[in-house]
């Protein structure tokens, strides 16, 4: 079995809850994919960094993330999967709203600035959230290339209106739903 047939099966088994649950995008689903059971999970989060690092291997970035939390554990999985092909890989989680203390930083991790980045999100259904990181990176000179999802719920259309590369590794119609 692939890596991406075993990441898929591990989802199914572990993310989809069915019954009628209301989305951050204020929608309502009958089923709920809760994919941080899969992305913080120690026997799959290897292969949400191995898959993820796959379904991107045709593009260049030196930098992964996006808006906490849905994108953190996915861009620390692929960091550690890119530090055991030999690849460094720098991670970066985006604050919803900067802070008011400290640093005062919107972008935590290793500087963005003029680095070629990817943006991340665990699943999506409108792009709000990754788009909302991409705006963020933009603002603090990073380049982004492209955004990756593990599952696209519908988002794809809106984020290729901004112009951006848009890869999602499955599709609802991937899941046993």
Request: aromatic residues 4%; negative net charge; without cysteine.
């Amino acid at each position: 079995m692939s890596e991406r047939d075993e990441l898929l099966r591990h989802i199914n088994d572990k993310a989809v809850v069915r019954g009628k649950v209301v989305l951050s995008s204020g929608q309502e689903a009958d089923y709920y994919v809760d994919l941080r059971r899969v992305t913080l999970d120690g026997e799959s989060a290897p292969l949400v960094g191995s898959v993820m690092l796959d379904s991107v291997a045709d593009l260049e970035f030196d930098a992964v993330g996006g808006l906490t939390l849905g994108a953190d554990p996915v861009a620390t999985a692929m960091l550690h999967a890119a530090a055991a092909r030999g690849r460094r890989l720098d991670a970066f989680v985006v604050r919803k709203a900067g802070k008011a203390h400290g640093l005062q930083k919107r972008i935590e991790g290793p500087d963005v600035r003029g680095r070629r980045v990817l943006a991340l999100e665990d699943t999506s259904t409108t792009g709000g959230s990754v788009l909302t990181a991409v705006e963020a990176l933009r603002e603090a000179g990073a380049e982004v290339v492209a955004v990756a999802l593990i599952l696209d719920r519908g988002a794809r259309g809106r984020v290729e209106q901004e112009g951006l590369e848009y890869r999602a590794v499955y599709q609802v119609s991937d899941l046993d739903i």
